[in-house]
């Protein structure tokens, strides 16, 4: 626990959302005029913002507690985490998605204004993340979440057919109506709160933890329910994750890497934000969320194994994985927070580098169907080799960084007198292995498919694609040998939250 | 303690043409006319709004009533206009008639009532909560979530879901006005304007989903299976 | 620092030389030679280092090289002399079996060799990180990193369907041996005192807790350790995997993997039953237990070896064959920890001799199987015959190798069987289960004898023939002879002064077990050099003094060849007799198939219509044995265990991906179900 | 280390040289019962001597053919110096040399075959292979009789075994080994009902079909002396009852029994037919497993 922990007042935690929404407004007024405008704008902003974060997350590491606007805005160890890790993706999808975008198969011709408001999106997505993770008021998070929903709708809808437009209007509805049952859930702890916390009008995160114990138990029980069921149709846990496998599949590959390398995040964050709050206090709730992450592990898994179309497969295995990093954060210990974190990251980096080889596959070879990639090992080594890697290290073999993540989780299940989840955790770790591998074996190196696709590897993939592979690659094995290169970013952000529940 | 008591039964009645109004809403197949059901609806939130701000004698609500005047029976109507005039009138036939859906309301309203007076504070989070318009109010706005809920469920035409959609919403912005009192104006203007966009988008979908498919009928938006 | 870098720098060398080996793998010569060359200077640190360790007594890190403060595992490097006997044996087998593959792979020309060094040298670091870390976390790790190189050198010949599937089944039981030692890991790691930690003392320490308390968990923990370190040993019945990995790796991986790989498994084993487990009555039940399944893999696989005619399988049976015959030594130790200190040293002493000899004739024996591979291209011992004509130098190595296997005395199999069958048969005066498992022992190498001889005699003596047709006329390149030569010498070394190596051995196995627990060295086996003498304290009950017997064993000859040279007889050179006919060497030739014919007959029962040769059904899939379709269904597995059981699988998992019907509304009603459903859990649940 | 010479000569002078001698009394014995005179009993001697000189026939190219003879005659001789003949301990053995014993036996076996492989010559092969079976079911049989008389003695040295044995008396688990050995024992030298391994008419000599000349006295040389280092030890271990504490007088008891045991397997030799392999290899595997029951009477401590 980190005791010298300064409040410090500064522009920094505004900067990080005004910052890309800025950018946005600018590529939607210059963006139609040329490519470079709206890629270079998009590339600046999100370089700035990284470069903001990475302030932020310095100085957060020296023990400061950036606050704004008298407390509204408060960035700690978890939400510097949080801005790190959006933006650095957002770099790598924008530069995927320059090459991507243009010229790939499906859909009509793109005009200029699809790609325009494509980066502008991408880059509000960004912003509205930025200020999720910068608010520090129950209601004003719960609306920066919504707003995270509805900047990256139109994004799923981005090809306009008729499939992309069903998904995104699951997309849309379905989480506009679980988010809602949140913001109920949000009503309920501000009124029990308001009253035990004199003087105080608008709810801030830090103070929920000191009357955590005091709130009338019911009220809270179902506050908790509709906090998970809300926030988890954000994170796709199962009864609620109808929307995740047909917006992955029907969206660009580089939205879909970053629906599922931080959209769903997101919902996590909120999740840690309250229903970890709630751990300590009541056994029932850290149960509660095992259960349900165990439920939703294996049947996500399970789900996956018998998929035909790739980004089908990785959306299950993203429900199943993020099923993980919510048991964690449920668990309420330091440990449980710390393995929930890390495999946060860690899925972040892994799911998007199996999402971009994903788009490999699909530009040179131009479909998504496992049974008509035949033997591409050959003609792709890189997307091979980046694939392999990603399998490997999603099903937590140990030279890849999911291996210490799930490790952890387990000690710290095991520590928590939770064997049970412990298992299910390892069986269904099995199962991914075996199912990555398999879908590996079938599309990279089994002999052509009975109804030979003429367009396999009809184009080579273009140089900045294989970088941004690579680049996640590369980040997944020097976390697997180095985890403990994480290790100060982690333990801040786990004791933000961990010194949140102290308070109580 | 006249008016109090006045107010009191004033509230009663502001509260069951509220409910009337979000049925109409509900059920009526013209689009047109449910849009003009869903403002006045709103239009009587307002008025709840404004009559509990003197009730409870807190002044902020008069704002409230003001801001959910502007944007709930103007705005939100007028999108609702904008795209309903592209969409076929009649809406898609529902699942289940208006008479077995009707029935399922008034059981809906008659147990939720029983149960929040019988035991309120398993609810109702605090003491000046569970006060009888506090209450009362608490039970209409869970009564409307779940209408609006009902709607979605059951209705299979795009624009009636944006319509139980935003009974939804209204049913959440009452549930405010008793349990978050203190909350600041800038919060709820938030709120509001992520309803606004989240209701502008859908539209605009429906409007989309309309030209491509020709029809609004959501149950065939099901290519995506397994 | 002081000698641990020399650890660093064989690590950091063995690494540099993958990345060169993947950078250089196009000019294939090249990337052999460079691999050679690093593979060699890290051989170099690692002998020298463990000679360091014997003689100077063990080597430790100061503090931890890499911490997870989170978990409290840390990579503590510590050289004691048990890791430093693994040392020696990676160092000598690694660069013998690089040498070997040198020219060896030139056979490879349609795989590329960037799936062959890499892994190859990825696949010594692993083992050297296996045996040097005394953290549990850290052990795991690098145990499933050597599976993953060893799986890939096993799929190295992408081509063919066989090894791909071998490799596959290799992976998949592997995989879930070291899931049982994750569990295991666990259980035992959630045990330990207050700040957990998973270095090995914390967790000896917890399992003493454990022990104490004497609860059956011990056993839990016990028997998924067993089960890990044994699957990867290839222990029958959990090593069926191995006859088929082995033979579908090149050989000179093959070699590495009965070398070294497998006593990773071995040194699992004698780690955790004689270090972790303090001397309680759970070491007497688990030292029986050992022991039987060694019994179970001598007599399974090496009577199942008798009849097979592929080279490279054969040897691999062989290999399930000697690792029974370790695990019988460690088993009868282990056992023998309650009871008896110096007979128990002696046994576990035989045990490791074993493994470190059985490390020098196994690999040679795979290099020869590889050097007839490479010269007539055919694994089968039916297309070949009489190659010592052509191959002088193999096959003196294979000859040396075979009868070292068989125990034939001057040779060092004998010299560790001879302390093995001693042991058990004296320790039986106790128990007679160590009698009747010596008994089968000594019967076994028997029959080990009788299945080398058929090798040798099909292979290498009789008349010249290789149904390829060979090539050159010469023996196999000086790069793959080299290697042959230092392993077979070192066969003969270990015969002849089997001294050197126990006491070496001794101080392993006295710095595991408790202090001043087993007798002194010198005590047990006695100080002259040439010889030793097994003494348990009542007196000596065996002796072997190689030396003499070879001065007897020269003297005779001598004599011999002079009487027969005393006649003054007249040599003429004769073709063969063949009875007189014009003979084609094909219609004379007498098969190895048809070699034991006879015997085979005896042991070729049939339990209702499955040809069992040797107690391992042969390919039970024989298209022309017309057989009860029930039996034949009960037997294949695949179809009544693993297909429906993936089958149910699949069709569960279509179940559930079919619950996604589409239609928007549908999905409304989760999200309602859903929040009910939590709320009513969240009540149900047992409160705070 | 002059005792060990001194025996060490007796051993051989008994193994080598006189083991010609008691050949020639085993087919003196066979004319016998074949009712005719038989050549005179140094007969042996003579055909060594006259082999020695004969034509020395070689394969070409095969140096390991030609070494292998010496080597085995080696071995033999080095198996005489293993066994105690008379004395109570072996010139070259020590404490626990049973299991040296059963190994350097099977080296002698392991260098017959050799011989037979290296000729390259099918009939030599099929030879050998009778010869490996003979010797994969025949050993356990010797292995199972001297850990009987281990486990009994409790400890593994020949001299412990028969002093044990001569102090302690008759025991059941010692007679059943004797029984099981004698029957091995007709195997084990190779005589008529299990010579299948060079049955002249059968194979043309099978093993040794193509030695000829100084090669072909050793081996034959080797077969005599294996005669006589197992007899020596059946009786050594076995039958050491009459034994008078005087060196001299006890090798020639042992003499005297070994000739006696000779005889009696001269005499089975002479009134038995050939067996075929696999009749050979049934009868002692079924051997075998009643030898067991020897173990366990000794086990019990019977």
Redesign the interface.
Known sequence: MMENLREVTSVLPILVFVVPVGAALLIFALGRMHRIFREALALLGLAVTFAISLVISGRVLSGELLTAWNGNLYVDGLSALMEVLGSALGIVIVLYATKYLPNHQIGLPLSPWRHTYFYGLLVLFMGTLNWTCATNSLIWMWVSLEATTLTSAFLVTFYWQRESMEAGYKYLLLISVGVTLALLGCVLIYAAAIPLLPGENLLHLTEIGNVARLMPESVVLVACAMFVAGFGTKAGLIPFHAWLPDAHAEAPVPVSALLSGIVIKIGAYALARTVTIFAPYYEAVVIFVAILASVSMVIGIVMALVQDDLKRLLAYSSVSQIAYVIEGLGLGTYLGIYGGLFHLVNHTIVKALLFLCAGALMYAAGSRKISELGTVAKKMPVTTFCFFVGALAIGGLPPFNCFMSKLTLFFALADREILWAAIIGIVTGMVTVACFVWAAFRIFWRKPAPTPNPQIAAKSVPFLMQVSMLVLALACILLGVFPQVLYPMLNAATDSILRILGAG | MAEVIAGGNLIITLYLIHFGFSLLAAELRNLRWSVLAITLQSLFLASILATFANIAANPSLYLWSLTALITKVMLIPYLLWLYIRQLPTAETRPWLGTIPSVAVMLLLVVFIYSFLHTNVEFIAPSLEAAVEPARSNLALSLTVCSLGLWVLLVRRDAAKAVIGLVLLENGVHLSLVTLAPTLPETTLIGIVTNVIITVWLLLYLAGRIFRTLGTTDTALLSELKR | MGPIVLLFIGFLLLVTGAMVAIATHRWRLVCSWLSFVFVLLAGGCFLYLAILVFTSGPIAMAGPL??????GASLTIAIDPLSALLLLIVSIISSCTTLFSVRYTLRYQGESLVRYYPFLLFLFATIVGVVSTRDM?FF???W??MT?ASYALVVFE?GNAVSLRAGFIYF?VT??AT?CL??AA?VL??KTPAP?SFSFDSLSASLGAIVAANSALVHLILALFFIGFVTKAGVLPFGFWLPNAYPAAPSGATAVFAGALEKAGIYGVVRIFCELLPISHYSYVWGQVIAIFGAISIFVGTMSALTQDDSKRLMSFHAIGQIGYMLLGIGLGVFLLPINPPLATIALVAGLFHMINHSWFKPCLFLNAGSILYKTGTRDLNKVG?L??IMPFT?ATAIIAS?SI????PLNG?SSK?LI??SS?MS??GS?LF?IL??VA??IS??T??SF??F??SAF???LYAEGGIDTQKDVPLSMKIPQGVLAFLCILFGVVPLLPMRMIHSAISSILPANYSPAAGFLFGTSLPGF??NLGQ???????PL??LL???I??A???F?????????????????GREHVVEH???APH???N??K??FAFTIKGIKFEGMYPRAISLPRVTMPGRLKAAFDIDHWLYYPFARG??R???W???V????????????????I???I???L???? | MSFVIGIGILNLFIALGLAPLFEGVARKLKALVHSRIGPPLIQPYYDLLKLLGKEDIQPQGMYFARVVPWICFATVATAALFVPMGTDRAPLGAAGDAILFIYIVTLVAVCLIMTAAASENPFAFIGASREMMLQLTVEPVLVIALITAALNARSFGIGDMANWYYFKGPSISMLLATIFLFLALQAQVGKLPFDMAEAESEIVGGLFIEQSGPKYALLRWTLMAKQIIFASLFVQVFIPWPRIEILVLDILIHLAKVLGLVLLIGLIDVVNPRLRIDQAVKYYLVLVFFSLGAVAFAVIGA
């Open positions: 890499l911490i997870l403060p989170g978990i976390l795991i790790a690098f499933e990193m993953l992408r998949l995989h879930v899931a994750v569990m666990i790691y959630v957990h009489g010592l004509r096959g009868l068989a125990g034939i005395p004998f001879l069958f001693e048969i039986g005066v007679p009698i010596g008994l000594i019967f028997a029959v004898l009788a001889l058929k040798l005699n003596l009789g008349k003498s097994l007196g000596v009950i065996g002796a072997w003094n003499w017997a007897a064993m020269a005779l000859f004599l011999g060849f009487i027969s040279k005393a006649g003054m007889a007249r040599t003429r050179e004769a073709e063969t007799w063949y009875g004379v030739r007498y048809s070699f034991y006879p015997f007959q005896i699988f699949m569960l998992s279509r559930f991906s079919r996604h019907v589409g239609i928007p509304q549908v999905y409304i009603l989760w999200i309602i179900l859903g929040v459903a939590c709320i859990v969240l009540f649940l047992p409160a705070g």
